[in-house]
């Protein structure tokens, strides 16, 4: 079974920089075909995808994020992490990290998810 | 880049049978996967590849796909089928894939 689990602040204030990790258990995030991804789901809205990683460090990066996101993984630790600056009251959203199939790309595994409010 | 359009809400009545239908240029040259979204809860993968589905999600929920329109399709519609469902595909039309989300549909239990 492959469990995920994001981690990392709940508030933060425009301007700030967003950091959350998702540790992954169950599965090697270096090997596979897989590729490993944030989104997020707007309070209201639908789920936008943000970007992913796959266990060699390629990334790819939804276009309009592009400027401001950072996805890295770090192997020995199982763990991979999204960095987003330049925060605004539109980043507010849940973010969940989850696991994806390459070829068709299904995403099979989640994370609970994180609540993440930018707010003064 | 690739978009997909969901119709925003779909009623139905329980006992009834629930289309949830996904549009995207020539669509059913993709696959298509369906995910569940409840309140508080993780997104759900009910079907995969157009018509697959995973193990424990149960046989009411079925797929198809076909020419600009994917459908999922709830049979013998439960109140705990009301959530948010999600088309999505791999736009690997581009050098780099993207992963591509519908808007979402609201299914309502009436």
């Known amino acids: 079974q492959v469990v995920l689990q994001e981690s990392g602040p709940g508030l933060l204030k425009p301007s700030q920089t967003l950091s959350l990790s998702c540790n992954v258990s169950g599965d090697s995030i270096r090997w596979g075909n897989y590729y490993w991804a944030w989104t997020r789901h707007h309070p209201g809205t639908g789920l936008e995808w943000i970007g992913y990683i796959y266990g060699n460090g390629n990334t790819y990066y939804n276009p309009s994020l592009k400027s401001r996101l950072t996805i890295s993984v770090d192997t020995p630790k199982n763990q991979f992490s999204l960095r987003l600056k330049s925060l605004t009251a539109a980043d507010t959203a849940v973010y969940f990290c989850?696991?994806?199939?390459?070829?068709?790309?299904?995403?099979?595994?989640w994370g609970q998810g994180m609540l993440v409010t930018v707010s003064s | 880049s690739y978009i997909l359009t969901q119709s925003p809400s779909v009623t139905v009545a329980p006992g009834q049978t629930a289309s949830i239908s996904c549009g995207g240029n020539n669509l059913g040259a993709k696959s298509v996967h369906w995910y569940q979204l409840k309140p508080g809860q993780a997104p759900l993968l009910v079907v995969f590849d157009d018509s697959d589905r995973p193990s424990g999600v149960p046989e009411r929920f079925s797929g198809s796909n076909s020419g600009n329109t994917a459908t999922l399709t709830i049979r013998w519609v439960e109140a705990e089928d009301e959530a948010d469902y999600y088309c999505q595909v791999w736009d690997s039309t581009s050098d780099h894939p993207d992963v591509v989300f519908g808007g979402g549909t609201k299914l309502t239990v009436l």
């Open positions: 989850a696991r994806g199939h390459s070829g068709y790309g299904r995403i099979d595994y």
